[in-house]
Each structure stands twice: as C-alpha cells, then as structure tokens.
C-alpha cells in the first residue's frame, strides 16, 4: 500500500510517518530530507538546493520530481511507501500519478498558529533525524538514539515558517481537489493539545483497512 501524508509543514507528518512505520512496515520518503542529504554530503545538486531548502522556497518541480522518482523505484519500496512532503504542486501529484498507484492520502489541517507553536519548538537529532518538540522532550539529549546534538532547522526559523506556509496554501487546494476527484483523500483536522498518538489514533483504522 501507498499511502501519502499531505498537510504544512510542522502539522505532523514526520511523527505520523513513524507511527506509519512501525505498524505497517512502509517505507517513509521525504523529499526534505532527501534534499537535507544531498545538502549534507555538499554534492553538486545539494549545492544547488541549499538555497531553496535553507529559506523556506520551495525546489522546481523539475528536481524534484526526479529525486522522489528515482527513489520510488529502489527495491526496498515494493513494500509500500509513506510519502511526507511530495506532492507538493499538482505538477507533482500528476506526475507521481502516472508512476505509482496511491492508495489513500491522509491530509492533516492545522491552523497556521498550530505551525508556528510547533515548527518554533522542533529539535532534530543530527546523528538520526529523529523530532524532538520542546512542548513534549527533553532536548539534552535524543530520545532514540541518545546523541547529544540536538538543532533547530535552518527553515523552522519564524520568517522562513511563514513563507513555507503561504507556499502550502497557494497549492495545496488543487492538490487536495485532485485526490477527492480519485476518492483517495482522507481529512484529519488536528487541534493543537493534541499529542501525536493522539492524531495518528485518528487514521490507523482507515489505514488498517486498506
Ligand atoms: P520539509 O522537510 O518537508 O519541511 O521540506 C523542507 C524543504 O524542502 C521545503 O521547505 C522545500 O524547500 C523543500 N521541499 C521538500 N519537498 C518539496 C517538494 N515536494 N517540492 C518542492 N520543495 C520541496
């Protein structure tokens, strides 16, 4: 099963996609994070992304799309994939559409405060990429891995926080439209007291039944 996970940036994908995991065996994709490590290993393309990722802009479709796919054909996806930030544009979704058969996309609406309350309090652990929330963790150390370098995105920053949500809200009504066209899109509506297990409480039924 392919399952894509849709919603602005900070609303809580990454922790669903782990929950995701865990229960199901997917494979999560995010293209942030495959941005993040072409960054981290400086290669010619991470040089090109720096500017884009490190300041909220979002990357042409064109790279985009040919990172997640030549990642989507890897063995390891025949399992099933949980895709955290892709589609982001229609171009995206359309493209993705003639590759791989989605299953169910789970949207999750936050309010642009619940963003900016979550995003401003998000640590990562640099050794496993594993999210820390000060609202939730203690931030001395990981509670995965217990590495001690915990950091703030370059983008969780407030001015780049807003313009990756006015980037989201540009786009991602057609987007949404053109999965309710297909029938596919499940609506989550989060509230900011709530943990992720609480939210990921409201799809693992609709997931299990795939
Ligand atoms: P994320 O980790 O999903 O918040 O993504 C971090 C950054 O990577 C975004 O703010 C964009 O700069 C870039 N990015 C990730 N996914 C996409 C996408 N599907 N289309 C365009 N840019 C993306």
Redesign the pocket.
Known sequence: MNIILNGA??CG??SMAGFLVKDFGLVPI???????EQIAKQTPLGKK?ES??S???????EV?IEI?MDRIKQPDCAKGVIL??????LN?AIALDKTLNIDLVIAIEVTDDIVHARLGGRYMCRNCGTIHSTRWDKIDKCKKCGGTDLYQ?D?DKAE?IQK?LE?FKLNNGEILDFYRSQNKLFIVKDKLENTPADTYALVKDTVAKL
């Not at 300041?55 to 479709?61: C, I």
Request: charged share 30%.
């Open positions: 940036s900070g994908k990454g995010s293209t942030g994070d495959l941005f993040r992304l884009y990722v300041t909220g802009k979002w990357v042409p479709d985009t997640l955290d930030g892709f589609p982001r544009t995206q995105r983008d780049f990756r980037n």
